[in-house]
């Protein structure tokens, strides 16, 4: 106890003795401290107020960096790629019978269907499934938040662009058309979003044009009920209604690599542009009228010149320049390190840098691809699965039949697929998988969708192809058949797998 408290301990003993514990506790725990060296920056705030005063300055300087920054841009199409990919999100419906097996022909019908309705899902017909994930997912990443009306039924003034006539389209919306700042704390409307006590939407109001256009009724919203919208947003906290950027916590850094990289480039062409300057000489050298020796020399610079005009006493200087910065890939590679850290992505598919073992790159690819299946799970949950249900219930009023033997409760189950993580060496990859299915610990439909193919074409297309070579004769080293085929073939199964090997006859 100090002096001050040993005073204080014989009339207050319990002041003195909480002050004693406030000082211990202090000392325990020196980052709550503030001091010269440690600033102590605290976030008291609830998720919903820092993101209301901060939500739309973060998403515009994120659109900004995907305009304008190439590195964003690349990080961005990565995850595009990697998350959506090419495909968009693959669905295998897997309608059950009442024996528990799959009904094949109903789950044929139904994927045959998705397939025509996914060449024109969106109301203005312009995107097919696969381009609308993709912009929706990069809506979302960059912007924090990606919306979309479900539009149902027959709507005047709008023809369903889908060629198989299901009355049932999205309209993607931009974050901009929830405003942000639409608060009625009586009618428990928070951020645009209406609520009940249990903080769970009921309504969104949604603008009539986009509030950046020059024309439209940009300030009139109309409620649309939460069954009828989709809300796809990047969350970092409990509680938090809208969505904030993925670049959030990286902005600055980007912003800093962007300015530092292009100062570089002017120093460097600066640099580039200097050639040599002209040491004088005493003065004694010089004519005595100074006209003569301060009249300006123009000196064309041309490759391979000689200059022959120095005056006695003067000598040639070259300029040197330690532009560009031999530090500056280090440096910028660093940073682009803690890009990818704070962004859920890979260090070398955002800095394109593929130096390294096998080893090296795939623990890398294994452990950067954790984040890209967490971003998949979290874009089938919100976007892929409720489309696809309620494409499926519109699909059964538009004439879609199920059969007497299949379970209804499970007329909506399917398997999901995004892309999945790329083979750096196909070759291990393949025993690898090979070895799995043998040990009973995978099935062949598990190899195939690991290779991104959907298995029941897969399936389809071997059958139809062993057919044909049957029919004609062929045999290759991949056909498979019974002993007296490899018999009569002179080819022999030398791995012992019920694989054929046409090198290895007898």
Excluded at 86 to 109: C, H, R, S, Y
Excluded at 465 to 491: A, V, W
Aim: aromatic share 8%; proline share 5%; hydrophobic share 35%.
């Amino acid at each position: 106890m100090n002096f001050l408290d040993k005073a204080i301990a014989p009339f207050a003993p319990s002041w003195a003795a909480n002050r004693a514990r406030a000082r211990a506790q202090i000392k325990m725990y020196e980052a709550v401290m503030p001091s010269r060296l440690q600033k102590a920056k605290r976030e008291g705030r609830s998720a919903d107020n820092a993101l209301g005063g901060a939500g739309q300055s973060l998403r515009e300087q994120a659109r900004w960096l995907d305009e304008n920054h190439d590195l964003v841009i690349g990080l961005l199409d990565k995850l595009e790629d990697r998350v959506i990919g090419a495909d968009g999100i693959m669905v295998e419906p897997q309608p059950l019978n009442k024996d528990g097996t799959v009904n094949k022909e109903l789950g044929d019908q139904i994927r045959r269907r998705w397939a025509s309705w996914s060449l024109k899902p969106e109301v203005t017909g312009i995107f097919s499934r696969p381009e609308m994930e993709r912009l929706v997912m990069r809506t979302a990443l960059r912007d924090g938040e990606c919306f979309g009306q479900q539009v149902i039924g027959r709507i005047p003034g709008l023809v369903h662009p889908n060629s198989n006539g299901t009355a049932y389209s999205i309209e993607t919306l931009e974050p901009d058309f929830i405003p942000f700042n639409l608060n009625e704390v009586g009618k428990g409307i928070k951020q645009g979003i209406k609520h009940n006590g249990w903080g769970q939407p009921i309504e969104y109001y949604k603008l009539y044009d986009h509030p950046g256009n020059a024309t439209g009724i940009r300030f009139k919203t109309k409620a649309v009920p939460k069954e009828r919208m989709l809300h796809l947003a990047f969350r970092r906290r409990l509680h938090q209604v809208r969505g904030v950027s993925i670049l959030h916590g990286v902005i600055t850094r980007l912003s800093d690599i962007k300015d530092y990289e292009e100062a570089e480039r002017v120093a460097a062409r600066i640099a580039a542009a200097l050639g040599f300057y002209i040491k004088k000489g005493e003065g004694a050298l010089y004519d005595e009228d100074p006209s003569t020796n301060d009249a300006p020399r123009k000196v064309d610079i041309a490759p391979g010149m000689i200059f022959d005009d120095l005056r006695p006493g003067e000598d040639l200087g070259m300029v040197e320049s330690n532009r560009p910065n031999v530090h500056l890939s280090e440096f910028r590679n660093g940073q682009i390190r803690m890009v990818a850290a704070g962004t859920r992505s890979g260090y070398s598919s955002v800095a394109r840098d593929y130096n390294g073992t096998y080893s090296a790159q795939r623990q890398e690819l294994v452990e950067s691809w954790d984040g890209i299946t967490v971003l998949q799970q979290w874009f089938i949950a919100h976007w892929s699965r409720p489309v696809f249900r309620q494409w499926l219930q519109m699909e059964l009023l538009n004439g879609l039949e199920v059969p007497e033997e299949v379970d209804q409760s499970t007329l909506y189950d399917a398997v999901y697929l995004g892309p999945i993580m790329p083979w750096i060496d196909p070759v291990k990859e393949v025993n690898a998988w090979k070895e799995r299915v043998k040990g009973g610990g995978a099935s062949h439909a598990q190899w195939i969708r690991a290779g991104g193919k959907n298995p029941q074409e897969v399936f389809r297309q071997i059958i139809a192809e062993r057919k044909f070579f049957e029919e004609n004769g062929l045999y290759f080293d991949t056909t498979s058949g019974d002993e007296s085929e490899e018999s009569s073939t002179g080819i022999d199964d030398a791995d012992g797998d019920g694989s054929t090997n046409a090198n290895s006859q007898e």
